[in-house]
């Protein structure tokens, strides 16, 4: 029997106006700055963007999954036989965006001209009308992600308002989170489905698991699964959660509930790797094939030593957009100070965690939202030792699946560092105009760069 939940609206009484006018701000300037980032990214210019495109424009106007290729050479839209390398993803986020393109089917095709800076040739070439209403798609889906981190602020951290707030701003401001939630990718989707599930483990972990708790956080999981594969680390962070929860009698009910989300992952999910079992021989494939390990010696070397410095750097800013126009050394001098004064705002809140009085279900979502992140990066690293090599020099954008729950854990950290009072809002809410500011200075790299928003002059 699940035990009895406190009253939600008890614990989410403080000042609900204030609150509500500080999260429709973040939001609003979440949308301003996504949107921003999306015009000033050159259409057809985000991560592997062509192939996506290709996948959206197979599902919306054949009704077909596209032929997986091997080489982006061989990416191409053709009627009813379309190619692209990004097939060997899971459909669910294209299928959504093939709903959007089918809404604006005359929409007209924009011409996409631009200046190659190194050599002056003018370069001029034309994207689907409906690209940039589906682009919209995932600037609205980070919205419902950061709604999502809302909801799980407020569970975990009820009397805590400005740490809510601070972590929701945190990730809305990151400039990774933006770039990635205004191009036409798969991230999207899966950035929201992690969201989704960390409130419903904070949920579980605060209240207890009752059956609707164990379908919800079931049914959540396996549809995720069918949007990336990044989405199975979701298991293993659930059968973690399950293992913990506080309302589970015996270890044999807390074993059926592992067992029970493990089924409906496999149910609701497993028809994807079943077809490629059946149609590539094996459940796992992928684009390319590249393994670290099978680089020369020297090759391998050069990989690994500048594998931390890219991870680090990735899940933060696109480097390779804004880095022509950025000042590199700036932004990683800025994202390398805030991560260590979280890291040791969060070590103080373990370490003075009876003082602080904080209850068991704060300490052990604190330290899921970790895992998730070990389990993430666990996940990237096997990729590139056994797939391939090169998802290592721009793979921290795949961290940006976890990193509504890294800002929530950022802002008690800090809030923590700073005094835990009036110190602490003072101190979060520069974090978060720093993280503003640097935002902005990223938009401003990427229109200078690609010569697209009007208002950003450009510079050789």
Known sequence: MAMTRPSEATAHRTRPSLLRIGLVLILVLYLALAT?????????????????????????????????????????????????????????YYALAALVWRAFPGRADQMVTYTDVTTGQVHTFSVPGPVRPVRFLSVMLGALTLLFAWATARTVFPDRPAVCLAGVAL?????????????????????????????????????????????????????????????????????????????????????????????????????WYARKWAI???????????PLLELPDP??????????????LFTFVPVDVIGARANVGLVAVFFAAGTV????????????????????????????????????????????????????????????????????????????LFGDRRGAKVGLVAACLLLLAMNLYAIWATSAGYQTLWFVPMRP
Do not use: C
Not at 56 to 71: F, K
Not at 280 to 290: R, S
Not at 299 to 312: D, E, M, Y
């Open 299 to 312: 090759h391998r070397a050069q990989v690994l030593s500048l594998l931390p410095a890219t991870l680090f």
């Open 171 to 271: 990730a809305a401001f990151t400039p990774m989170f933006t770039y990635l939630n205004g191009v036409i990718i798969n991230d999207s989707l899966l950035i929201a489905f992690f969201s989704a599930a960390a409130w419903q483990w904070a949920r579980i972990l605060r209240f207890g698991a009752g059956r609707r708790d164990i379908l919800l956080l079931g049914l959540l999981v396996g549809v995720a699964i069918n949007a990336k594969e990044t989405a199975l680390g979701l298991v293993p962070l659930s059968a973690i959660v399950l293992a913990l929860e506080p309302g589970a009698d015996s270890w044999r009910r807390r074993l059926l509930n592992i067992a029970s989300i493990a089924g409906l992952a496999v149910a609701l999910g497993g028809w």
């Open 36 to 92: 921003l980032q999306s015009f000033a990214t050159r259409l057809q210019w985000g991560p592997d963007e062509p192939a996506h495109i290709i996948y959206v424009r197979s599902l919306a106007i054949d009704g077909r999954l596209p032929a997986l290729t091997h080489t982006e050479a061989d990416d191409a839209y053709v009627p009813g036989a379309a190619r692209s390398h990004q097939a060997h993803h899971p459909p669910l």
């Open 341 to 416: 004064l979280s890291l040791v705002g969060i070590a103080l809140t373990f370490s003075r965690r009876r003082k602080l009085g904080l209850p068991r279900y704060q300490v052990v979502t604190l330290v899921v939202w970790l895992a998730a992140a070990v389990v993430v990066v666990g996940g990237l690293l096997r990729n590139v030792l056994f797939v391939d090599w090169r998802m290592g020099t721009a793979g921290g954008r795949f961290l940006v699946s976890v990193l509504p729950m890294l800002a929530l854990v950022s802002a008690r950290g800090l809030s923590v």
């Open 280 to 290: 590539f021989g094996t459940p796992l494939v992928y684009a390319y094939f590249a």
